[in-house]
């Protein structure tokens, strides 16, 4: 059976594993980096591999004989490392990316180019902002303390995060529209900070954010290496089995 890498960390990553386990035999693997993951459908190993070169290593190790991308879009390294490793062992590659948000009509988005440039452009006055961005890259926020911020992050918040007029709701999606709408109205919130993930699982913010008028502040994607890509799980399918019978194992 050809044997398949995926390197996760969404809800797409994980139902591409479930679908492809009982035709091709599937690894996964995650940074590690949440604390209590959902069971896997397939054997998992998680922690990094020590930049491209660990990888490229663990392609050879593994007698790898195909490399799927679905990490989260704004995951900035591992499509470097991913696109380095394939490269250097001849294992073919393919990108599995939902495309961008577009704004509807009705939308009020700010296209803002990277989270760091986020607080400056929140304003001095103080508002309930949203935070939908994890909690990896919250100290960008420490600049502008006089927001009220709620932060929805899976994990518990960093200890010594140095902001103080904090809400933390600790809780994993997928998000209901009638959540989101409850949630926005429960604190009055001002304004919605979102990655540009394009990611089903978390869109239903932006329809709320759209009914009840609330504007956006949409974080554009990093930059990313050339990566033949899918949008989808049955695309990403298609591409592996039409992989030339060179990239198959022999029987
Ligand atoms: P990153 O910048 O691409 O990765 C940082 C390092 O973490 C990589 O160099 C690699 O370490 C390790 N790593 C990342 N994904 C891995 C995987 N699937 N398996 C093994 N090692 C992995 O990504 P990040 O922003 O730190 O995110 C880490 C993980 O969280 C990713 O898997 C991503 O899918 C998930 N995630 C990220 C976000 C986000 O907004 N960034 C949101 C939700 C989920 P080595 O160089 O040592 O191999």
């Known amino acids: 059976m050809m044997r398949v890498l995926i390197l996760g960390g969404t809800a797409q990553a994980r139902l591409l594993a479930q679908q492809l386990a009982p035709r091709l035999d599937v690894q996964l ?11 896997q459908p397939v054997p998992t190993r998680r922690g990094g591999f020590g930049g491209a ?15 799927i991308l679905a990490t989260h879009p704004f995951a900035a390294r591992m499509p470097f490392n991913a696109a380095q490793a394939a490269a250097d062992t001849g294992v073919p590659l393919l990108r599995l990316l939902p495309p961008p948000w577009q704004p509807q009509p009705d939308d009020h988005w700010q296209s803002v180019p990277s989270l760091e440039a986020v607080p400056a452009l929140l304003g001095s006055s103080p508002l309930t902002v949203l935070l939908t961005i994890g909690r990896q ?13 709620i932060i929805r992050s899976i994990e518990a918040l960093p200890a010594d995060l140095a902001l103080s007029h904090v809400t933390s709701l600790r ?23 979102s990655k540009n993930s394009g990611m089903d699982s978390v869109k239903a913010k932006l329809t709320a954010a759209r009914e009840l008028g609330i504007p956006v502040m949409m974080v554009e994607r990093p930059p990313s290496p050339d990566i033949t890509t899918v949008a989808r799980v049955e695309a990403a399918i298609d591409w592996l089995l039409d992989l030339p019978a060179s990239v198959w194992p022999q029987a």
């Open 137 to 149: 890259q919250l100290t960008a926020f420490t600049h502008a303390p006089q927001h009220h911020y």
């Open 29 to 39: 693997s995650l940074a590690g980096v949440t604390r209590t993951p959902i069971p």
């Open 53 to 67: 070169e660990g990888l490229a290593l663990y392609l050879r190790d593994q007698a790898i004989d195909a490399l």
């Open 171 to 193: 809780r994993r999606g997928p998000f209901s529209l009638k959540d989101e709408i409850a949630l926005m109205n429960d604190y009055a919130v001002d304004r919605v900070v």
